[in-house]
């Protein structure tokens, strides 16, 4: 199963607008990643959050994480037609002797309505 | 500006061809991994590699997939037979990961659209 799952599935709103993913995992993390796919593209790293912290902002962007809820929001302020795109949490999962590895969710796919 | 390069961008095969995908990571970084990604099961990890060892295969059909590194500037996955259900976008990303384990921020390719008949 997913650890990372993203909430709602899919999210439209009008420019200028605030946009707000969430994302819930079940294990204890290192750090948290969000990343944003456009439509036939790659993913693209935005932002990642350590365990220890609780909020990291980026430009437009906010993140938040709660460790005790496992859980962790994105925040678009003030969105574009170009925010369109698909965002993906992703967590560190331990996958034995001393190796980690990211596990994506399967994302919320905005749409930012000019 | 480092990128991860992957080729082909598109690929259409019939099944029971061999499809071999190429993937250039970027220069200095120590980890790389393969991806496939499908409407229906979203992003999935089939491989990855450190310092060019496997570390871990096992979202990988054994029977018919296979990947490697050459070498630290070359990664390749094959597919030998394809099947339509290997159908889907396989993505190769790299990154620079610490000697914890812990990993950092991946940075993928443009993929490559397989499409099996």
């Known amino acids: 199963s997913q650890q990372g799952e993203e909430d709602p599935q899919a999210l439209s709103i009008q420019e200028g607008e605030n946009a707000t993913m969430n994302c819930s995992y079940k294990?204890?993390?290192?750090?948290l990643q969000w990343y944003r796919q456009n439509s036939g593209r790659g993913l693209v790293h935005l932002i990642l959050?350590?365990?220890?912290?609780r909020e990291k902002h980026s430009g437009r962007l906010r993140v938040t994480l709660d460790t005790s809820k496992k859980s962790s929001s994105l925040l678009i302020t003030a969105s574009r037609a170009a925010d369109t795109a698909s965002y993906f949490c992703a967590t560190d999962a331990y996958s034995g002797g001393s190796n980690y590895k990211l596990t994506f969710g399967k994302g919320t796919l905005l749409t930012v309505n000019p | 500006d480092a990128r991860v390069t992957q080729t082909p961008r598109h690929k259409v095969t019939e099944m029971g061809q061999e499809v071999t995908m190429r993937c250039q990571p970027i220069l200095g970084h120590n980890t790389v991994f393969w991806y496939r990604q499908t409407m229906m099961q979203g992003l999935e990890l089939l491989a990855y590699f450190r310092n060019r060892a496997p570390l871990d295969d096992s979202g990988m059909p054994k029977d018919r997939f296979s990947a490697e590194m050459p070498d630290a500037t070359l990664a390749t996955l094959k597919i030998q037979p394809s099947e339509p259900r290997d159908s889907a976008v396989y993505f190769c990303a790299s990154g620079f990961t610490y000697t914890s384990g812990i990993e950092n921020t991946q940075y993928f390719g443009p993929g490559t659209r397989l499409t099996v008949l």
């Open positions: 959050i350590r365990s220890n912290e």
């Open positions: 294990t204890s993390i290192n750090n």
